[in-house]
């Protein structure tokens, strides 16, 4: 889900794409990142059924005009993409119907490569010269900040994704379910479920696991025990697992919160 700061962000990045779009004259502007061998246009500003095409374009960078700039194979700009030997031919001009094109790279803050920040017309245009690409340049410019903030915060969802997917992979996480008794009357009255983490070291060093152990652990006006769900084929097992959710039904939700004994006994 996109937070505010997300939101702000690409507000800011729409507005300098729109005034690329506007000072250059051309159809729609676009900011691409670069994805391992890929190019991903995450914004585009400008009108019609162009801009629906391009947003989420993801193509292998071999096939772009930006790989070709970034190498020196192509200009920064050229004015008629149709009529340039370089260009003429490339399956993306076809594919978009590129006419003309003016594209500079952005960095971030750290100086690392981010992506390309690129204006396309439709048609031809012969005035497109070296002032527009220096204009595009201090446009780029201008998105270093947003797009290294944008950046960090996608390398922090990649490393939860990459620990999440370790965690899946070790086989976890396991469920272990802890029936709740009532003091009073030693009847059960619910049951917290706990997730387990086996064999990520790298969760590990988020901070320290702790199991629950075998006795009793006072829990407001209640207690919890340990309750695992069976997994061998025990008849004695079933019924006492059947028995502690025979309840679930007709119970209301409710919370609870831990205290230690020595809390519980002071009360």
């Known amino acids: 889900m996109e937070g505010p700061e997300t939101r702000d962000h690409n507000d800011e990045m729409r507005r300098v794409l729109d005034l690329a779009r506007r000072h250059l004259r051309t159809d729609v502007a676009w900011l691409a990142r670069f994805s391992g061998d890929h190019q991903v246009i995450d914004l585009v500003a400008g009108d019609g059924e162009l801009v629906e095409s391009l947003v989420g374009y993801r193509v292998d ?5 930006c790989a ?9 700009v050229v004015p008629d993409a149709r009529a ?30 981010y992506g390309m920040l690129c204006a396309l017309g439709t048609e031809p245009d012969p005035n497109l010269g070296e002032r527009d690409v220096r204009f595009l340049s201090l446009l780029a410019d201008v998105l270093t900040d947003t797009v290294s903030a944008i950046h960090r915060g996608h390398a922090d969802d990649d490393h939860i994704r990459s620990v999440i997917g370790e965690i899946i992979d070790s086989g976890g996480p396991t469920m272990v379910f802890q029936a709740v008794f009532d003091l009073p009357t030693h009847g059960i009255v619910g049951a917290e479920a706990l997730a387990r983490f086996p064999g990520s070291r ?28 069976p ?26 919160c831990r205290v230690s004994p020595a809390v519980w006994r002071s009360r």
């Open 84 to 113: 340039d030997s370089r260009t003429a031919n490339l399956p993306v001009t076809r594919d978009l119907g590129i006419g003309s094109y003016v594209g500079t790279p952005v960095h971030l803050d750290n100086g690392e490569l």
């Open 61 to 65: 960078m071999e096939q772009t005009y």
């Open 231 to 256: 997994s061998g084929s025990s008849r004695r097992r079933r019924s006492a697992w059947a028995s502690i959710w025979s309840w679930r039904r007709s119970v209301r939700p409710w919370r609870s």
């Open 202 to 229: 790298r969760l590990a060093a988020c901070g320290p696991r702790r199991e629950v152990g075998q006795a009793a652990i006072p829990v407001g006006g209640a207690t919890t025990a340990p309750c695992r769900r």
């Open 68 to 76: 070709r700039v970034l190498d020196g194979r192509l200009p920064a």
